[in-house]
């Protein structure tokens, strides 16, 4: 009786430990990721029954697409899984196949563990090219481990395999999303799913028939589905192989048969599953088009909308590395080593057209943003040249009064058109024309409103100065708008920031803060303690994780204000004074690093913190190495390298010639020759912290070089004393 009683209580133990494990399941319903790649979201408006539901639900984004070390579809693929930019071998060593008695002999000899339905032999190639050349830590498969650990099924189907000259190339990158950190996958089909159609390419096809069939079996034994339908990728990989007719009907055929799937999927899931619809990488045509963007649809419920991130705080714009996030987050599970963020769901009626119309202004100003910025700092670096060449040699030239004149205006554009970039971002412009005529035409308006309203040189530079600053600390408080649309900011096409300040109005708002600060300071028109409460402010909005989000940001602008603060109160700078520097740089971006975890904004900063947290303090030293690595990259081919070279010589002519310039610049202006110093030690400060360091040296730069070629001509030419 007694053995009764206790088998019983057993039982009914085992039932209630298990049973909101299931219910929960049932709850959260089942993910399915259904893969187009080389599709964007016009080409699924094509297929009927995608645009039908889309008219009444779903979510739409746009992924950046970049992985780490490279961007190409198999980097994406990892990325997504692994929850981090990643790097993996090449297609020749990413062998997902179904498992037999063979392979899984083979499987357990390279990695020491049993193989399961699905495995790729060869997964030590891609985790040794990871580890050994990535930059950013990340632990491929973290998704599928994640899901397999929390006793979740996974599943995958498909693949894009091609057969070239006689020979089977596989092509099964599905399984870098859905496999665990050992390269297996539970179950599915990714080696006898396609079929020969001589009237396709590459004369291979989905079979749509055996991808329903194997679909509908998975989705009753696991619980996410990942689903590659191959024909779209081989389609954009062929398509050079044919005309415009031949590549028409291809396209028409295989949306149909795409279509017939989608309407069975649709059937067959449950009013609790959710379904991503995406295309992990762009064709080849939009690539080579600067439309890098990819899309993903999520249906969840029955609204529609589009998504958004933490990642990249702008509605409609995610990152790759958000994606195996949003999916673990489906089952209620996270995974710290995985770096994105969870999809927020933003209902809005016209999420298509809106979404359209701002990929169309983020590929124009993506395509006119290096021509015009690469003329903006050649013209003012050539400007300076020029100025000093002509200082040099201005006993030799003729009606040299009227030529410094000519020359001193044109060098002062270079403090307008930061400000005519940021301004112009407001009236929302989406074609390249109606961007650069703006840009123009807002320079040559703030260029006359400037000369009316001050006609000396140096309270017309300050002017500029100070009103830049306070535009990028109003619109940090607001939210960016104005610097995510700039064309001399971030771009989401490359992925490298999304949101805050950028490194370019980075070095704007340290030279430029200081530069006005000392000619109001230079004219009396502001108390010295002004200095201090307005640096604190620009330092809070410029790089608090809420509004400026910039981590270099914190720590040269708190350098740089202090140093400058310092020395206007005549405060002697010894040792004791550069080591409270870099104490009061560690204790802002400790202060700031609180407040991000605590309050939840999920910058950039609390992500370093938590990669810290994770990774140990081998974070830090590879992110700084990372960082050391980019601003050498920029040093051999950004144009902002030229104001910087154009600065060293401009000072090293000026040191020399004529003898005892700088005494002279000091003993006239006390403040403003105090701001070159701190601005100077704001740009070498900046170039160490800073992974576009040389980006935002040489926009702090153009407070120091513009003014004092000015202050030199002024003083040379016009003999001003």
């Not at 590459?202 to 034994?221: G, M, P, R």
């Not at 530079?461 to 064309?487: C, E, H, P, R």
Request: a positive charge; charged letters at 20%; proline letters at 2%.
């Amino acid at each position: 009786m007694k053995k009764k009683i206790v088998s019983l209580f057993t039982v009914i133990m085992i039932l209630m430990i298990s049973i909101p494990k299931y219910s929960f399941a049932n709850e959260k319903g089942k993910v399915l990721f259904i893969n187009m790649n080389r599709t964007n979201l016009i080409n699924m408006q094509n297929i009927p029954f995608l645009n039908k539901e889309l008219k009444t639900k779903g979510y739409v984004g746009l992924m950046n697409i970049r992985g780490d070390k490279g961007t190409d579809d198999r980097r994406s693929y990892a990325t997504m899984g692994a929850g981090r930019r990643a790097s993996v071998s090449t297609e020749n060593y990413i062998k997902f196949e179904n498992v037999d008695e063979k392979s899984a002999k083979a499987f357990k000899a390279a990695t020491g563990k049993d193989a399961k339905g699905i495995n790729n032999v060869s997964i030590n190639r891609s985790i040794n090219e990871n580890e050994l050349n990535g930059e950013y830590g990340a632990i491929l498969g973290s998704l599928g481990q994640t899901l397999s650990d929390n006793g979740f099924k996974v599943s995958a189907i498909g693949n894009s395999d091609i057969i070239e000259d006689g020979k089977l190339e596989k092509n099964r990158n599905i399984g870098l999303i859905a496999m665990d950190k050992y390269g297996r996958i539970d179950s599915g089909n990714v080696d006898n799913i396609n079929k020969e159609a001589s009237n396709m390419p590459f004369k291979v096809a989905t079979d749509y028939n055996k991808l329903i069939q194997e679909t509908k079996k998975s989705y009753k034994e696991t619980d996410a589905i990942f689903v590659d339908l191959g024909d779209t990728y081989r389609l954009d990989m062929y398509r050079l192989s044919l005309n415009d007719n031949t590549y028409s009907s291809m396209k028409k055929k295989i949306y149909s048969n795409i279509n017939t799937y989608l309407e069975e999927v649709f059937n067959m899931i449950g009013e609790n599953d959710t379904v991503y619809i995406t295309s992990t990488f762009p064709s080849d045509l939009d690539y080579k088009n600067k439309r890098r963007l990819s899309p993903i649809i999520k249906f969840k419920g029955d609204s529609k909308g589009i998504l958004s991130s933490a990642t990249t705080r702008r509605d409609g714009i995610l990152a790759n590395l958000d994606v195996g996030v949003d999916v673990l987050s489906e089952f209620g599970l996270q995974n710290e080593d995985m770096v994105g963020k969870k999809y927020n769901l933003v209902d809005r009626k016209d999420n298509i057209s809106y979404l359209l119309d701002e990929y169309q202004k983020i590929v124009s100003i993506s395509d006119v943003r290096s021509s015009v910025v690469n003329s903006f700092v050649g013209v003012i670096s050539a400007s300076w040249i020029i100025a000093m060449i002509a200082v040099i040699f201005r006993n030799y030239m003729p009606h040299k009064e009227k030529v410094f004149i000519i020359l001193k205006e044109f060098i002062k554009l270079g403090m307008i058109m930061p400000l005519s970039f940021l301004i112009v971002g407001i009236f929302n412009f989406k074609t390249q024309m109606s961007i650069a005529i703006a840009i123009v035409i807002a320079t040559l308006i703030l260029y006359v409103i400037g000369r009316k309203l001050f006609k000396d040189d140096l309270k017309n530079m300050g002017f500029f100065a100070v009103i830049t600053v306070l535009l990028v600390v109003i619109d940090a408080v607001l939210g960016t708008y104005l610097m995510k649309n700039s064309i001399m900011s971030y771009d989401p096409l490359n992925g490298a920031r999304y949101y805050g300040v950028g490194n370019e109005y980075q070095g704007i708002i340290i030279g430029g803060a200081i530069f006005g600060s000392a000619i109001l300071l230079n004219y009396k028109k502001i108390p010295k303690w002004v200095t201090i409460v307005s640096s604190l402010v620009i330092l809070i909005t410029s790089a608090s994780p809420a509004m400026g989000a910039n981590v270099g940001s914190a720590i040269s602008e708190s350098v740089a204000y202090l140093l400058f603060i310092l020395i206007i109160f005549d405060v002697k700078i010894d040792f004791k004074k550069v080591i409270l520097l870099g104490i009061a740089a560690v204790v802002v971006v400790v202060s700031f690093a609180t407040f991000d975890i605590l309050s939840g904004t999920q910058s950039h900063l609390s992500g370093f913190v938590n990669q810290i947290l994770t990774d140990g303090p081998g974070a830090i030293i590879e992110t700084f190495t990372r960082k050391i690595q980019m601003n050498l990259k920029l040093a051999q081919t950004s144009v902002w390298v030229n104001i910087l070279l154009a600065g060293v010589g401009i000072i090293a002519v000026l040191i020399f010639k004529p003898s005892r310039h700088f005494r002279r610049i000091a003993n006239k202006y006390p403040f403003i020759f105090k701001g070159f110093i701190a601005s100077m030690i704001g740009c070498m400060v900046t170039l160490l912290v800073n992974d576009s360091g040389v980006v935002a040296a040489s926009t702090t730069a153009i407070y120091i070089l513009i003014p004092l070629v000015i202050i030199s001509i002024n003083m040379m030419i016009f003999n001003e004393k």
